[in-house]
């Protein structure tokens, strides 16, 4: 069975400052690696994702990640956040090549201050 | 190019009533699957549809159904909601194979 864990349920940071979203993931076969952005009220958007090749993938909004195999990771980094940013943000993994379902982490609640 | 469309945005039931929600998939993608999202929490899975098939099932109850339609829209329904269905449901679409999968903006159900 899979399971996503993101360490941190809320991280303050101040605008323009850098940030990093951890995400940890278990999984007994090899998995493809997401992450999704819920802004209030609204649905999931994608941000970037990890399906082979270069472990740095950049996303949208300035978003990159880096998957780590041995360490079983894809945290989310930003060098430098907007208040715009503010959001929830969910890391989430698929078995390879299965078109199956997502599995999610509790999310990271990135609150942007100035 | 129209995203994924959900509707209603909001529902309010009281428990023991049946509930359906409704998903069009984002043009060209021809897989359904629906996730529920509880306050505070990740979305968690509870079905995949595609060739008007239940492909997969996450691990809810009977009481929650589902159809896939021709054109690729897909309902989920709900019978004997109870206060615990309180949640956002979002419906997620992708193309076969594809593991990416493009999510609506939800429907939030109140149970009272």
């Known amino acids: 069975a899979q399971s996503v864990t993101q360490l941190d349920s809320q991280v303050p940071v101040f605008e323009e400052a850098p940030v990093e979203l951890r995400c940890n993931y278990s999984?007994?076969?090899?998995?493809?690696l997401f992450w999704y952005v819920q802004y209030p009220n609204q649905g999931l958007q994608l941000l970037l994702k990890?399906?082979?090749?270069?472990?740095l993938v950049k996303g949208i909004n300035g978003f990159e990640a880096e998957f780590n195999k041995s360490q079983t990771s894809f945290h989310l980094r930003k060098p430098s956040v907007h208040i715009s940013d503010t959001a929830e943000y969910f890391c989430a993994v698929i078995d390879t090549g299965t078109a199956s379902k997502l599995t999610f982490g509790t999310g990271t609640r990135l609150q942007v201050t100035l | 190019d129209a995203g994924v469309t959900q509707s209603p945005t909001h529902l309010i039931k009281t428990r023991g009533q049946q509930v359906t929600l409704r998903c069009s998939p984002k043009s060209g993608h021809d897989t359904v699957s629906w996730y529920q999202q509880a306050l505070g929490q990740g979305p968690q899975f509870i079905f995949q549809?595609?060739?008007?098939?239940?492909?997969q099932r996450g691990n809810f109850p009977d009481r929650f159904s589902g159809h896939q339609f021709p054109n690729y829209s897909s309902e989920l329904n709900v019978n004997a909601l109870l206060l615990g269905d309180s949640a956002l449901y979002l419906c997620?679409?992708?193309?076969?194979?594809?593991?990416?999968?493009?999510f609506g903006a939800g429907t939030r159900l109140s149970v009272l």
């Open positions: 549809y595609y060739e008007e098939e239940e492909r």
């Open positions: 990890y399906l082979s090749g270069s472990t």
């Open positions: 997620a679409s992708s193309f076969s194979g594809s593991d990416i999968q493009y």
């Open positions: 999984s007994s076969v090899s998995v493809y």
